[in-house]
């Protein structure tokens, strides 16, 4: 099964898709890592971003998606503009959209200790833990 992994980190989605299971999986390489919202109170690039995340989504085939859920209040919530981009990404209709909480990557991230793949970019690394969670 392939899934998006998406991290919501301001106006940037991150971005790493898998393919197979929690037991072997492997990374798709694209030229994508993070689309970004230039301007979050404009029309044309609000409908920008849902171009290019949804073509994104198509182009990869993903049969999943998966977002690292944030906090709606206290120290370490979301802003503003990644709950507008979440929403945004809940209205892809080809394939379900399931937000993950930070607890169960950290739980099932523990269980399987699997290791980051060394090629992805370091700001990657929470779209990855939150795509290898919502694998089979």
């Given amino acids: 099964m392939k899934v998006c992994g998406i991290e919501l980190k301001g106006s ?8 197979g299971s929690k037991d072997q999986f ?5 030229r994508v890592n993070k689309i970004t919202c230039a ?13 290019a995340i949804f073509a994104f989504l198509r182009e990869n085939a993903c049969e999943k998606v998966a977002i690292k859920k944030r906090g709606k209040k206290g120290q370490y919530s979301g802003g503003p503009i990644s ?10 209709e080809a394939c379900p959209v399931e ?6 990557i950290a739980a099932v991230i523990k269980k399987k200790t699997v290791a980051i793949p060394t090629q992805i970019n370091n700001y990657q690394h929470d779209a990855f833990k939150t795509s290898f969670t919502a694998l089979p």
């Fill in 39 to 51: 301007d979050d109170e404009s029309q044309s690039e609000i409908r920008a971003f849902r171009e």
């Fill in 12 to 19: 940037d989605a991150r971005l790493i898709v898998l393919d």
């Fill in 83 to 92: 709950f507008k981009l979440e929403g945004i990404i809940q209205l892809y």
């Fill in 99 to 104: 937000l993950i909480s930070p607890n169960r």
């Fill in 26 to 30: 492997q990374l798709i390489s694209s």
